[in-house]
């Protein structure tokens, strides 16, 4: 039964460019639609795990009404890449071969700059609220992770979320934590309406919403070699892990309003 959450699939079609220097070496492509997507890797660094923490925090974005480009399922053939020059990117690409993730590419979109941009007091603390909630550890001044495109802000690159699961260890322990790190994030000075933001995420996340979200997750990506688990059986400490989080939001939005 298709919901909300279901993504479409399309085929990469040409490789245009790697997007910057680093492990993820995420590429500028293009699709058999006949649109351009940055494309992230199952074969980079943090494998299916980035890839999935990529998904399930853009999908809780959306779910929440925040704006992100429009994730699409990219399947990469087994003959792509093979006349890729750069033997780094080769590998990378046949690495990859199968299903990927790829967001819509927004063209002369700009990186958001907290110096030239005022982001009003809601917007922030609705930000600031996912990514405490989704333990993302990659929105800081450093890196902020969100672009201005028509005017607006879009939510990008959520691959650094969810990193209990990189350990697969004391799940229970890392959904109850205060999440310290938001400290660090490049919106909390304008986000003084995180008490008013719980409430209403709080209704909007169902447990039917979770559950469709982390159905998303395909079943070729949670085969993992390093744990007898059944796909089902991960699939439902990702649910167990965000539902036991939105429970308990009370303790990372108090460590939110303690770091202003």
């Known amino acids: 039964m298709k919901n ?77 890449g093979r006349t ?20 819509h590419f927004l063209s002369g979109a700009i990186t958001f700059d907290p110096v030239v941009t005022q982001v009003d007091a809601k917007l922030a603390s609705q930000i600031v609220w996912l990514d405490a909630f989704i333990t993302n550890v990659d929105r800081t001044f450093k890196n902020t992770n969100m672009l201005i495109w028509h005017k607006e802000l879009w939510l990008i690159d959520h691959g650094a979320c969810l990193y209990f699961h990189h350990s697969w260890t004391n799940w229970e322990q890392h959904a109850v934590s205060p999440f310290k790190l938001i400290k660090d994030h490049v919106l909390l000075p304008q986000a003084s309406v995180l008490d008013e933001v719980d409430a209403e995420f709080k209704k909007l996340l169902s447990a039917t919403i979770l559950t469709d979200i982390v159905n998303t ?12 688990e059944t796909p089902e059986m991960l699939r439902n400490v990702y649910l ?11 303790i990372f939005v108090n460590e939110a309003k303690n770091a202003r």
């Open 4 to 80: 909300n959450f279901d993504l479409r699939a399309v085929t990469v079609t040409r490789y245009i460019t790697p997007l910057r220097e680093g492990g993820s070496l995420p590429a500028l492509a293009e699709a058999d639609d006949d649109y351009k997507y940055v494309l992230k890797f199952k074969g980079a660094g943090h494998g299916v795990k980035a890839l999935i923490a990529e998904l399930i925090g853009g999908q809780v974005a959306k779910a929440l009404g925040l704006q992100l480009p429009e994730l699409v399922f990219a399947h990469l053939d087994e003959a792509f």
């Open 217 to 228: 997750i395909p079943e070729e990506w949670l085969q993992w070699e390093d744990t007898d």
């Open 240 to 250: 167990k892990f965000l539902t036991k989080r939105l429970n308990h939001s009370e």
């Open 84 to 103: 890729e020059a750069d033997e780094e990117i080769q590998d990378l690409l046949q690495f990859s071969q199968g299903l990927n993730l790829a967001l």
